[in-house]
């Protein structure tokens, strides 16, 4: 009996060694979901200077172009998880990615921000269903060391789009301005329409019913405090924007209320009762969202700072997202050799916090490695944490919860992602307030349009609020870091 266990136990590490048809289609179909993700993220932030110009827009609309797509992806991502454990995962999973198809064609024709901003938020509903339900299909198709390399799979995809986004993106940006970027974005997203028609479905067995109750205030309170960050960042914590935050509190205050309370919940909190899962979920938001208003504004500073247009800035960008490709493989092979994953993540974090200091100390340094050094340190970091810690969480969740794990972390992962770009968007146009004196060339600065300014001042001026953010986005790494190396400590010790 021992030996038959051990058996088992070899075999599972060791990973069936061959995968079936379906197998390939639900990892084609995540992975075409990751591609286009991370070039919705890195692509469309090489347009952003571009499309700010055409259409005019201010630093709120800007900003909700960025913060939209996130807030409708956050509101909807636990639903879309309770729909697809109860309707059918593959189901929701096609109907999402329709959504996210004609938002991007909506993008494409817009003709001012308002609209922009409109097609946006349409593809965030759709992208809601894309991460729910696409770690849900591929958690639930893949198990032991299987699951390791899928996610890993999905990490290199990822940083495939990151790697050659902001190249294509560039390019396309410079050849067919920015409006061609949605149209690949598009077409692209038609990939994963398809490949939705040749996976299994897959549903929970004993699905929940869905808590509207829940789902409301949850939408009502992350809407409520992404207004009023958003709008207290960019005019002042007015009487008005201290009502909303506070709102938003007792909002998501009932809305953990209903969740202890109520018999079907939309959200189980005794998934995050175990330390080791509450650590991996820690480690598993904070490594993209540590690095989301980095990858958002970089364009903008290496245009406002070093003078680096759209086309080349891409080729800059390589620093960062070349190592993104390279390294998930790479960690989850370490891992499946016997490596510690515990391990691997607690020095990406920490490396990630060191690069970032670094870009700090340097913003202004004219001299090229002053800049690719420390971003290839956080694509290394980002890479690491991208191909071992959802895999890790996912593999804490059993068949019945897969949904609603996967809601949970993107709930909080895009949820905590649109607080940190409204926080470092308003805190650099803020930053580079101070530094230049306000008025309209503060306004122009935020959003990289440096057209007759002085080129000294642009430097000074967005050099300083950008090592201003990035040093607070560095000290706030550094603490995950510890809290993630204290909470599996802590369990182990328990053990």
């Known amino acids: 009996m021992t030996l038959s266990l051990q058996r088992r136990r070899r075999t599972s590490a060791a990973g069936s060694g061959s995968w079936t048809p379906r197998q390939w289609a639900a990892l084609v179909c995540v992975l075409a979901g990751y591609v286009v993700g991370t070039l919705t993220t890195s692509g469309t932030a090489i347009a952003l200077p571009t499309i700010a110009t055409e259409l005019r827009a201010g630093p709120a609309g800007m900003q909700w172009f960025v913060t939209g797509y996130l807030l409708a992806a956050t509101c909807l991502v636990l639903v879309a998880g309770a729909l697809g454990d109860r309707y059918g995962r593959r189901l929701v999973l096609r109907i999402s990615s329709i959504l996210y198809t004609a938002g991007m064609v909506g993008a494409a024709l817009a003709q001012d921000i308002v609209s ?9 509903v759709g992208s809601a269903g894309l991460m729910a339900c696409g770690a849900a299909v591929l958690a639930s198709s893949f198990d032991g060391v299987d699951r390791v390399r899928a996610f890993a799979l999905c990490g290199t995809a990822g940083g495939i789009g990151m790697a050659f986004g902001p190249t294509a993106a560039g390019w396309i940006v410079a050849q067919a301005g920015w409006r061609g970027t949605f149209v690949v974005l598009a077409a692209v997203s038609v990939l994963m329409v398809v490949s939705t028609y040749l996976i299994e479905e897959s549903r929970a067995a004993q699905p929940r019913r869905l808590d509207v109750g829940g789902a409301v205030l949850l939408a009502i309170g992350l809407s409520l405090l992404l207004l009023g960050i958003s709008t207290g960042t960019g005019s002042g914590f007015t009487v008005v924007v201290v009502g909303e935050l506070v709102a938003a509190c007792l909002v998501l205050a009932a809305f953990v209320v209903r969740c202890l309370r109520v018999a079907e919940p939309l959200l189980d909190l005794a998934l995050v009762k175990n330390r080791q899962v509450a650590g991996w979920l820690l480690a598993s938001v904070m490594g993209p ?4 208003g980095f990858t958002v504004y970089l364009p903008t500073y290496l245009l ?26 790479l960690a989850s092979r370490w891992v499946t050799r016997g490596g510690s994953p515990a391990r691997a993540v607690a020095l990406a974090l ?17 001299a090229a490695w002053a800049i690719l ?43 905590v992602t649109s607080i940190v770009l409204a926080v470092f968007g308003g805190g650099l146009a803020v930053a580079i307030g101070r530094a230049v004196g306000g008025g309209e ?18 430097v000074s001026g967005f050099g300083s609020g950008w090592a201003a953010v990035v040093g607070v986005n560095g000290v706030v790494i550094a603490l995950v870091a510890v809290v993630f190396v204290m909470l599996l400590r802590g369990r182990r010790r328990a053990a």
């Open 116 to 124: 922009l901003d409109a097609a946006r938020i349409l593809s965030g």
């Open 289 to 292: 969202v540590g690095l989301a």
């Open 304 to 329: 406002t700072v070093r003078g680096v247009e759209a086309g080349p800035a891409g080729t800059w960008m390589l620093a960062f997202t070349v190592p993104i490709f390279v390294t998930p493989m």
């Open 350 to 366: 920490g490396l990630m916090s060191a690069g970032l200091f670094a870009l700090a100390a340097l913003a202004t340094n004219p």
């Open 373 to 415: 050094v420390p971003t290839a340190l956080l694509g290394v970091a980002s890479g690491t944490l991208t191909g071992l810690c959802d895999a890790q969480l996912m593999s804490r969740a059993g068949s019945e919860h897969v949904g609603m794990m996967s809601g949970l972390l993107n709930t909080v992962r895009t949820g």
């Open 441 to 458: 060339a503060a306004d122009r600065l935020a959003t990289g349009d440096v057209s007759g300014l002085d080129p000294k001042l642009a």
